[in-house]
């Protein structure tokens, strides 16, 4: 619970700081091209897979959270965890080259049914 209650700390005092957004920073098809690769596997765009792997990583570990808390959504991620970055990557890119709808929305969602697709949790 205390750990509840520093977390709702941290998050009002970062909103009340935050300036407020008017777009998304990573649209579905700014993710796509920092996740792009080349024939060989090279990226196409210089540190683009580190910042591709970081976002998606990111993401993973906000749902970690949201799963700690019981506060998960219907969208239930289970990535075991011998699963590399480079392996979810992978899953990402794929999902995002074959579901354009997400290009111009917030990446964030695209990455999460792209992990849903690939990890979904058993019951």
């Known amino acids: 619970m205390r750990i509840l209650i520093i977390m709702m700390a941290v998050l009002a005092t ?3 700081a ?6 998304a ?16 596997g090279n990226e196409l765009v210089k540190g683009g897979h580190t910042a591709c792997q970081a976002y998606i990583n990111g993401v993973l570990d906000y749902h970690s959270v949201l799963q700690s808390l019981k506060i998960a959504p219907k969208v239930d991620i289970c990535v075991p965890s011998d699963i590399s970055s480079n392996q979810l990557h992978a899953a990402v890119l794929k999902y995002l080259q074959t579901n354009k ?10 990455v999460t049914m792209a ?6 949790c058993r019951r």
Request: glycine share 4%; hydrophobic share 45%; with cysteine.
């Open 101 to 110: 709808q997400h290009d111009g929305f917030i990446a964030a969602p695209a």
């Open 25 to 40: 920073k990573f649209s579905g098809a700014y993710l796509l091209e920092l996740c792009s690769m080349d024939e060989k």
């Open 18 to 23: 935050a300036p407020r957004a008017h777009a």
């Open 115 to 120: 992990l849903y697709q690939a990890y979904p």
């Open 14 to 16: 970062f909103c009340a």
